[in-house]
């Protein structure tokens, strides 16, 4: 009994700790989007419908925006975003990521959120940070890629978007629909620890070695795994060398 309530009071301290986690994070994200708002005394305020400032909102006008949106083609990376051992916040981000509806500074810039003299990478790359920039083409996070293929021994593929990243990536394998299944989940921990770091490089003020941002891969990956592995439990060492290996995949 005293073994079983350590336990559950330590699977609390660890949600209670992850929460404020993300209280912080979107916290900071808040302050960022209200650091640029300036309140005019002169002025009342008052709600403005910025597709037709003149006009305003009308139903129809909402109709027709909707109707002609170009629409935001996923392709095959649909299916791959929801995966039962993922966590479902992970999903909805990778879901906001393919269509491009983070709140990444190329958008808030955009959007009219930010000015365009602050979009730069949080990288200190020098580029313009849009969400396909970040994950895939920035010099410095780009690199973790790499680190990932020679982690799992996968070689490298051609792609021209996040989509098509996603999908070469899930199938650069090939094989079973496990080995699939399992390079669809480190995708999804990849993009996630990269969205983190960005994060806190921006709010925080920390930094991240790109083989410490590895080694969360690893870790989330594996915890995402293990509640459905009973042989993961017991190979931790083994993961951390050799995952295709350690789930018997190759």
Known sequence: MFSLGWGLDGAAWVWRRQLRAWEE???GECQSLLSVIYLQVQSSD?????????????VRGAYQLLTTMDSIIVDDAEHLIWHPQVPLKVSIFAWRLLRDRLPTK???VTRGILSSAAH?????CG?????HHLFIFCSTFCSIWDLVRSWIGISSTGFTSIQDHFVQFTLSAGGSRARRSFLQLIWLASVWVVWTERNHRLFRGSTSTLHQML???KLFSYRWLKTTSVTL????HSWWS???????LI
Not at 46 to 56: A, E, L, V, Y
Not at 120 to 124: L, N, T
């Open 25 to 27: 994070e979107l916290l």
């Open 46 to 58: 008052r709600w403005q419908w910025q597709p037709d400032p003149d006009t305003g909102y009308t």
């Open 127 to 131: 580029a313009a940070k849009s969400t």
């Open 120 to 124: 730069h990478c949080v990288s200190g």
């Open 242 to 248: 050799s995952p295709l290996l350690c789930l018997g």
């Open 215 to 217: 080694d969360k891969i």
């Open 106 to 108: 190329s958008n808030l």
């Open 233 to 236: 439990v017991l190979n931790y």
